[in-house]
């Protein structure tokens, strides 16, 4: 089964970028999608952008025009380029896999998971 490593949070000004990544091994071979999910602090998951090995992508509304997926097949990463950051974008941050064809938005389509990395915006 895939194994997902994710990182690249930290503390930025809000303002800032930051290029967050996930490292897939194992049987990435039955991947159809990727995705950024994220908890703020007392708050429920939520989906943040997700991308399709067919390119496909979607966005929450929060991140659009600001954030970037994307994925490089040959490393099996994919990555999130986040800039404009605000502090409302302060949240634990998780890469999911998931099996199901499309561009699943539930996070009970997404049998893998990340450790997660925390992302920091000071205002």
């Known amino acids: 089964q895939p194994q997902l490593v994710d990182s690249g949070g930290g503390l930025v000004q809000a303002g800032g970028s930051l290029r967050l990544s996930c490292a897939a091994s194992g049987d990435t071979f039955c991947i159809s999608a990727m995705g950024w999910y994220r908890q703020p602090p007392g708050k429920e998951r939520e989906l943040v952008a997700v991308i399709t090995t067919g390119g496909s992508t979607y966005y929450t509304d929060s991140v659009k025009g600001r954030f970037t997926i994307s994925g490089d097949n040959a490393k099996n990463t994919v990555y999130l380029q986040m800039n404009s950051l605000k502090p409302e974008d302060t949240a634990l941050y998780y890469c999911?896999?998931?099996?199901?064809?499309?561009?699943?938005?539930?996070?009970?389509?997404?049998?893998?998971w990340g450790q997660g990395t925390q992302v920091t915006v000071s205002s």
């Open positions: 999911a896999a998931t099996l199901w064809v499309g561009v699943p938005r539930g996070a009970s389509a997404y049998a893998y």
